[in-house]
């Protein structure tokens, strides 16, 4: 096949090819209109198309094969890296507008001041009923009236507290989640 009939071939597929360029250098113009990876993908297929004609010229010029196939697999490469640059630009915009809407989202739970509450909650009930234990132990129980409540009291410290922070944490679920 002769150096003309691909370059023809090629020149005709790069007229036809309008209905990808003729949008992505409107995508540049705009400039920052339009988001960062939007722009770099328009780049990268200006790019595509580019070589496309340029290879196209060089063949018409009757220039070696060699040389036609160099700017077309340097073209495509450039091509190739820009739509990977601006795939990785969009996933880190998507990422980012995600961040910003859940920020704004009133039915986010704080869960982390939740179980820290908790947390501090269930701490403070443990070294009360610690405390009261030991009271009640170094008091000195005389009779089993005594020792009974020398057991049960700091039970029932512990138990009161976890239910107090059970309840706490609950209720500051249910708060944020109905803003």
């Known amino acids: 096949m002769s150096h003309a009939v691909l370059a023809l071939g090629a020149a005709l597929v790069t007229a ?8 992505a250098l409107a995508d540049l113009r705009a400039g920052a209109d339009r988001p960062v990876s939007r722009r770099t993908a ?11 004609a ?12 060699q040389a036609a196939c160099v700017m077309a697999v340097t073209g495509v490469t450039a091509a190739a890296a820009l739509r990977i640059r601006a795939a990785a630009q969009h996933r880190q915009e998507v990422r980012e507008i995600a961040r910003h ?18 947390a501090a909650l269930l701490a403070c009930g443990l070294a009360a009923a610690v405390t009261a234990a030991a009271l009640l132990v170094t008091a000195g129980p005389e009779d089993g009236a005594d020792w009974l409540m020398a057991a049960t009291a700091p039970a029932a410290i512990v138990g009161l507290t976890l239910a107090i922070a059970v309840t706490h944490t609950r209720t500051t679920r249910r708060t944020t989640a109905g803003r």
């Not at 328009?42 to 580019?50: N, P, R």
């Not at 340029?54 to 094969?65: E, K, R």
């Open 16 to 23: 036809a090819g309008c209905v990808w360029y003729v949008p």
């Open 42 to 52: 328009a780049a990268a297929c200006l790019t595509g198309w580019s070589t496309t």
């Open 54 to 65: 340029v290879v196209a010229v060089v063949l018409f010029a009757g220039v070696v094969w």
């Open 101 to 118: 809407w859940a920020a704004l989202d009133p039915r986010t739970p704080e869960h982390g001041r939740s179980r820290h509450a908790f």
